[in-house]
């Protein structure tokens, strides 16, 4: 499970720095955490990113990238305790000029 939230969490902070970058979208940073999670092999993970419309934020202000996956279907063992549980992480980072 530890080796799940850091890779929630890595995936999470390459998006976000994906949707700092000029002109990217919603659909971009999905597309660079999907590639993370696979890497690492993570399974039924899903992307939110917060908000939608990256273009439309103005220096200041935040854009937040969450990703979820439920720790049953990414456990090396069986192990009853996760069962039906999900881990996830948040990273969030400030538009700039």
Known sequence: MIFLKQSLTAASYEGVRVALAPGSTAANVQTVCQQV???RRIDGATVTV???DIAALNPGEFVDVTISAPCASNSVVP???Y???NLSAT???MIEN
């Open 50 to 52: 917060k908000p939608t």
């Open 91 to 93: 990273a969030s980072m």
């Open 83 to 85: 069962k039906g549980r």
């Open 79 to 81: 192990i009853r305790f």
């Open 37 to 39: 999670l696979k890497d």
